[in-house]
């Protein structure tokens, strides 16, 4: 039987190639499809909510005094008294050390003698009989002197105008009688002595410049102030001796015309001598009157000007004396070391005894305010603005978090390695004796925060071609929607479009023999408002 049944198959060898292939195939597929079966996928659905998105900055670094300096002395000496000890509590000007200040005192008492001193001498200089008498001669002199200026100005005037047509020029200058005539006269027989000199011009500035006085002293009368009158005496005799310049030199140019006359026979145009003669005389006439005008002005100012010298160089000499004391006094003051701010001595550098020089550390203080220095990366640190709320954590206090404000960002990092680091100071809200300066601390800087908005796990939003999408389920069927989205933290992500509260979303596909599984609000985190797998 068994020998016919395998001559049967080597009779049908063929036939029975094919049923086994067929049978391996039929095998294959059965068993794909039963394990398709039991991996097949599922997905994992949410409810969109609204909740809170908290984005935060982290960093570590150390806790350190707000301020640190090293108290430096301004003299040099011996140090005589320590006031303070480590780890002292000291308040602003509070005294730390001393040094022998035997000279500066000296200094200070020689300098306050001599003030005295030159005190004494002004007030002896005041009250001597002398002096009164001067102050009552002082007040005549006043009196002398306006009554002479008032002299002046009642007499000069016409006789100055007088003279302005011996200056007027005609035909360029060429005018005969004129003072430019003469002058090119001169010039014709000595040479261009006296070409450069423009005598109308000269004489309307000195003139223009004279009753400028003139109206200054129509505003003025004896009682004025002596401020005043010593302002008009002085001025009146400036503006005078410049008028009188230019009256002499052309006094002088009429002379030298009338002596080129003579020493070469000129004989006179249509200019008599007697013509010439009478111009000659009115200048000389004025040019007297004003000498004598400038003589007594000047005697009477000098008069004024020498009775107040006395007492205002002793009042200069106070001035001085004082300067001196005060900066005595001042050198003095550094000889005593005191706290420039109120805080903690961390360290005395100095001990009873020592000869120090001036920069020299004498005691290292801190601030009682603590802060925190920490350490971001140049994108983090981007976020990152000066009044940011903080949260700080201790390694070595892990019962203890306190909370803080930025106060200070750094503007240049710090390259190490080629990491480039930037330093954020946190100030601390509150003071705690176990934290240390020099502790080791770790920061979350809130940069950002929003609340009562949609947010999805971020694990959900996924990309194609630069936009974001979610994969909604609505009546059993999966689709993606494009969304816009917002502000993230480390697994949140606020969605601002494309969603909208209590949307079906896909939180993510699972492997599994499990069939769709849809979860509410047990996928969200109950204080933050986002997703929690």
């Not at 002395?73 to 035997?102: C, F, H, M, P, R």
């Not at 005799?237 to 009256?247: A, F, G, H, N, R």
């Not at 080791?440 to 929003?450: E, G, L, N, R, T």
Request: glycine share 6%; net charge neutral; charged share 20%.
């Amino acid at each position: 039987m068994i020998k016919k049944f395998v001559n049967a198959i080597i009779k049908h060898k063929i036939i029975s190639i094919i049923i086994l292939v067929s049978l391996i195939v039929i095998s294959i597929i059965g068993f794909k499809a039963i394990n398709s079966k039991k991996q097949g996928t599922s997905t994992v659905l949410g409810t969109v909510e609204k909740g809170s998105i908290i984005q935060i900055v982290s960093g570590s670094g150390q806790i350190s005094s707000s301020n640190q300096l090293d108290v430096k002395s301004k003299a040099a000496g011996d140090v005589t008294y320590i006031n303070v000890v480590d780890g002292q509590e000291v308040y602003a000007g509070k005294l730390l050390v001393s040094l022998d200040s035997t000279d500066a005192k000296r200094a200070v008492r020689d300098a306050n003698n001599n003030l005295e001193s030159a005190q004494l001498s002004l007030e002896q200089l005041k009250s001597n009989t002398d002096i009164n008498s001067d102050q009552t001669n002082i007040t005549q002199t006043y009196n002398n002197t306006f009554s002479i200026v008032s002299d002046l100005f009642s007499n000069l005037p016409t006789s100055i105008d007088n003279l302005q047509t011996y200056y007027q020029a005609i035909n360029n200058g060429r005018d005969e009688g004129n003072i430019d005539y003469y002058g090119h006269i001169n010039d014709f027989y000595d040479g261009p002595v006296h070409k450069e000199f423009q005598y109308e011009k000269a004489y309307n500035t000195a003139v223009a410049d004279f009753n400028r006085v003139y109206n200054i002293y129509q505003k003025t009368n004896r009682t004025s102030s002596p401020v005043i009158l010593k302002d008009l005496f002085s001025q009146t005799y400036i503006s005078l001796k410049s008028l009188s310049e230019v009256i002499r030199t052309s006094r002088d140019t009429i002379q030298l015309y009338k002596k080129n006359c003579t020493d070469n026979n000129l004989k006179a145009n249509t200019i008599s001598t007697a013509t010439t003669d009478a111009q000659l005389a009115a200048f000389n006439t004025l040019v007297t009157s004003m000498n004598t005008y400038l003589n007594q002005l000047g005697g009477y100012n000098q008069t004024i000007s020498s009775n107040n010298l006395d007492t205002r160089n002793q009042e200069l000499v106070i001035e001085q004396k004082q300067n001196a004391l005060d900066d005595a006094r001042d050198l003095l003051n550094d000889y005593s070391i005191t706290a420039p701010f109120s805080g903690i001595v961390a360290k005395v550098n100095v001990k009873k005894g020592d000869n120090i020089s001036s920069s020299t550390s004498v005691a290292t203080l801190i601030t009682k305010q603590l802060v925190a220095i920490i350490s971001l990366n140049e994108v983090d640190v981007a976020k990152v603005k000066v009044g940011q709320k903080s949260t700080l954590a201790f390694d070595a206090l892990e019962d203890l978090s306190i909370t803080g404000v930025v106060s200070e960002v750094d503007t240049i990092g710090t390259v190490s390695q080629g990491v480039v680091s930037y330093n954020v100071k946190v100030n601390l809200d509150v003071s705690d004796p176990r934290i240390k300066s020099g502790m080791s601390v770790a920061s979350s800087i809130i940069v950002d925060s929003k609340s009562d908005v949609l947010v999805i796990p971020s694990s959900a939003i996924k990309t194609s071609n630069g936009v974001s999408y979610v994969e909604t389920s609505k009546d059993g069927k999966v689709s993606q929607t494009s969304i816009e989205v917002g502000l993230s933290d480390d697994t949140n992500t606020e969605v601002i479009s494309g969603l909208l509260e209590n949307d079906q979303i896909v939180i993510r596909t699972i492997s599994s023999t499990t069939k769709t599984t849809t979860q509410g609000k047990s996928l969200f985190s109950s204080g933050g408002g986002g997703f929690r797998p």
